[in-house]
């Protein structure tokens, strides 16, 4: 499987992943709140290669690989994920400027469980929404315990595992990942333009 067919499957899963998410936000409402970014504007936040192929080749598909490049090698470990935009000036409130695009870690906060050491499932998710959607939380705690369906983070890990264990088994900081990912994608297209030339060229 190349670096394209790769980023495929990994599209593949996030599609049947946000499947499974819809249903759990649907049957919980505990949605992230409307606006809120404050987990986005976190720099501490990790990420693998693999979960950004599919941003990656959307960005080289679209020109703007090589812009986007540019923009990583001015960021710090103090700056957050490029495509979140913030729109207060503590950058607490804000969007995902490429929803359609956003890592796994990206999709499974929020709207996905762990289980903990004695086999019980545990909501992944931050304070604010535990305190604004106490009662919702709460509810949706027990009733993921009694049947209620919800992502599992680690199956949804073990997915991309199985399409490249070592893309995924590495966790850097997001805009590394991000970085990583669209050099990776520029290297395959080079390499992959120079075989076709090749190939023309051949008797």
């Keep these: 499987m190349n670096l394209q067919q790769k980023s495929q499957e990994v ?3 996030f599609e049947e992943l946000d499947a499974e998410i819809r249903l759990f936000m649907d049957s919980s409402q505990i949605g992230c709140i409307s606006g809120c970014g404050f987990c986005c504007s976190n720099p501490k936040v990790s990420a693998s290669i693999l979960e950004f192929l599919p941003l990656a080749f959307d960005l080289y598909q679209k020109g703007k690989a090589e812009k986007a490049l540019d923009i990583l090698e001015t960021k710090t470990e103090e700056d957050f994920c490029i495509i979140y935009k913030a ?3 503590d950058a607490s409130m804000g969007f995902c400027s490429d929803y359609q695009n956003r890592g796994m870690i990206c999709r ?3 709207s996905s469980a762990r289980k903990n050491r ?3 499932k545990e909501i992944i998710t931050c304070k604010k929404i535990k305190e604004a959607k106490k009662e919702q939380y709460q509810a949706a705690s027990i009733s993921i315990n009694e049947g209620m369906p919800v ?3 680690s199956d949804a ?3 991309l595992y199985n399409i490249d264990f070592q893309l995924t088994s590495e966790q850097m900081p997001i805009n590394v990942a991000i970085q990583k990912a669209l050099e990776a994608v520029l290297r395959f297209k ?3 333009g120079s075989e076709t030339s090749e190939s023309a060229e051949s008797f």
């Design 151 to 153: 992502p599992l983070s």
């Design 190 to 192: 080079y390499y992959e």
């Design 118 to 120: 004695t086999g019980q």
């Design 87 to 89: 729109t207060t000036t």
């Design 157 to 159: 890990y073990s997915q």
């Design 108 to 110: 499974l906060f929020g």
């Design 11 to 13: 599209r593949r899963v």
